[in-house]
């Protein structure tokens, strides 16, 4: 008697575990496209204007984040990117930028049941207007594969005298196919910058193709379009000896009936006596109604490493402001030998 009463206690737990599990899966498929805390470095997935820009030779980015209710483990981060730029300009004497790229995004949800793989690429033309002003436009196109791992996922039938063993088949047919899809996405900016401070404002539209995707052959559905507002401002506050610099910037994104706005603080603090650290950089990320956190990173001329952690909101009624999560972030910038540097940039690392 007791052991059949633990068995329907257990059957209760699973219907509830599935049926959360089912809810995050439909809430990831249809609001959202993969995102990043720090997306000050993950231009593919903010804006394909972004793709070359400031850069000298080669920039590469790079983005971990391990992501869960409980514990978060960098070791087996849930989502990794990876991005390659080149400025086609580099050899030449032109101050204007023409960059492509590359893109490689790995994004594991609901506990690594749903799976997503992106590769994107992207082309964009960020034309000087004037001595301290560049306009630029992008346009990038994403192959994305997504599948459900049936294997993930532990069925009552799997549960024996010692818990759930996923070595018991579980009886289940993967009728889920994979859905693949590509998405066009374009992006634009305006960059000026002075010797002491400057902004940027940039906007982009993403899925504009309108792509069709689902996980059955005849209940397929439109994947919603995004759109994202992006603005930065940034102060030299140290004077001409020091290198201490305040950024401020804004992310606003739409899609669907979702939307998140994001507010950001960093302060980078030089060191003028110091050939390789060229500055501490400490921030602070608000992302309303769900997360914020702080960030912490260290610079030198040629590249940048940040970590932040997600802190969850009070407010538990969304999914999202549930998880706890870690980032690292890493961007390089490559110089060839023959690569000319007339640009005037304040981040010559930094992806926006």
Known sequence: MLRKNTSSIYNIHFRILFLVVLLQLTTKIIAQDPRFSQYQSSPFTINPSYIGKDVVDWRVAMNLRSSSMESVNMTSPNTSTISLEKNLFSNTDKTSQFGIGVMLLNDGGADEILRSNYVGLALAYNLQISENSFI???????????????????????????????????????????????????????????????????????????????????????????????????????????????HLSHLSEYQGTYEIHSLGFIYKHGFTNSDIIRSLNIGFYKRFTEKSYPYIGIETKKWIAGLSYDIPTVDKSAINSSFKSIELSFVLQLTGSKSKDKRYTIDNVMVY
């Open 136 to 246: 630029g436009l992008g346009l990038s196109a994403h192959q994305a594969n997504r599948f459900i791992d049936l294997n993930a996922i532990r069925f009552e039938s799997q549960f024996g005298s010692d818990g759930f063993q996923n070595s018991i088949p579980s009886g289940e047919y993967n009728y889920m196919p994979n859905s693949n899809y590509w998405s066009l996405n374009q992006g634009l900016n305006y960059t000026f910058n002075k010797e002491n401070w400057g902004y940027a404002i940039g906007a982009s539209y993403f899925n504009s193709n309108k792509p069709m995707e689902g996980f059955f052959t005849n209940n397929k559905y439109q994947l919603k379009s995004k759109v994202s507002y992006q603005t930065k401002f940034w102060m030299n506050i140290g004077g001409y000896d020091a290198d201490k610099t305040v």
